[in-house]
């Protein structure tokens, strides 16, 4: 998959072109993904997609801006999985925002990306002010020489299927719920990095994930498969939260206990599928109980995950 971090003046070649976010990469977004691969192929065209960095919301307002489901790498990730052919980050920026929806169609679409047939969300709005719709983007079509399609809200048992939807069943410690809208279980990735050692202390060594979200959509204790060290998925006892028993105000942390696993893997890239929320992370009054606690915990993945 290729990737470009700008757009050009001039495209060298036409594409297929689908525009969002794709925060998550949910099954509403798969289902864009695979529109566009099936018009793709149609057309002879490569299958492209344009997301923005950072999300626009996080540009103007980042105290209200909704956590993320994704870090870009993990974005990325997802949509090579999905097949896409070529990605185009938007910095979005002063400038960026600046540009009039009539600019957008000919400067970006037309000239910069080449798009011959363009596919968006019913609810597509584009350009300064979000002045542009899908219907300014069919009365242009004609004279900017590509078509364009509208992909209707994506509903799974009569649920709406939106990055929203997934914040909240994550939030809720509901993953199973999680699994189902995104269709497959949620996961965090991140490179191993060094800790304060305080799991090996205490009898539980843990590989800590070096977290690319500042603020992680889910909290708690949780019963996990740990992808990127063998030929299968490990299994293991998370904790994803800020360690009030070990440290005052301290910034989220991601730690992985594996079970029977003694191997050094600093440096290296895992993926944490996140698959039965055990508890919510709590404050005790010694490391003691704390200690105590995290063995129950150990048990109880244990029996969850069938080990």
């Known amino acids: 998959m290729l990737v470009f971090r700008s757009i050009p003046t001039q495209a060298k070649t036409p594409v297929a072109l689908t525009i969002g976010n794709f925060d998550g990469v949910h099954l509403g977004h798969q289902a864009m993904l695979a529109r566009l691969q099936e018009t793709a192929r149609a057309m002879d065209l490569p299958a492209c997609v344009m997301t923005f960095e950072p999300h626009p919301r996080e540009f103007f307002a980042p105290d209200q801006a909704p ?32 540009i009039g929806a ?10 910069g990306l080449a ?54 069943a994550l939030a809720a410690g509901d993953m199973s719920g999680a ?13 191993v990095v060094h800790g304060n050692k305080l799991g090996k202390q205490i009898g539980f060594p843990t590989a800590n ?30 904790s994803l939260g800020v360690r009030p028993t070990v440290i005052e105000q301290g910034k989220p942390v991601l730690e992985v206990h594996l079970f029977d696993f003694n191997r050094q893997i600093y440096d290296q890239h895992v993926s944490v599928d996140f698959l039965h929320k055990l508890r919510d992370e709590e404050k005790y009054a010694d490391m003691e109980t704390l200690v105590k606690q995290i063995a129950v915990d150990v048990v109880n993945a244990k029996q969850w995950l069938g080990c």
Request: with cysteine.
């Open 67 to 98: 956590v993320r489901l994704t870090s870009l790498r993990e974005k990325l990730e997802l949509l090579q999985a999905a097949g896409v052919e070529r990605v185009q980050i938007c910095r979005f920026n002063f400038d960026f925002a600046k």
């Open 102 to 111: 009539e600019d957008f169609i000919g400067r970006i679409l037309q000239r």
């Open 115 to 168: 798009a011959k047939w363009i596919l968006v969300g019913d609810d597509f709005r584009f350009g300064a002010r979000r002045a542009g719709d899908f219907a300014m983007l069919k009365a242009a079509s004609g004279s900017h020489g590509f078509s364009v399609e509208a992909m209707p809200s994506f509903n799974l048992k009569g649920v709406r299927v939106s990055s929203t939807a997934v914040r909240e």
């Open 179 to 191: 699994s189902s809208l995104l269709g497959r279980a949620y996961s965090i990735s991140g490179r």
């Open 209 to 238: 994930l070096q977290l690319k979200h500042n603020l992680p959509p889910l909290q708690g204790i949780f019963a996990v498969r740990v992808r990127g060290l063998a030929g299968k998925a490990l299994p293991g006892v998370a």
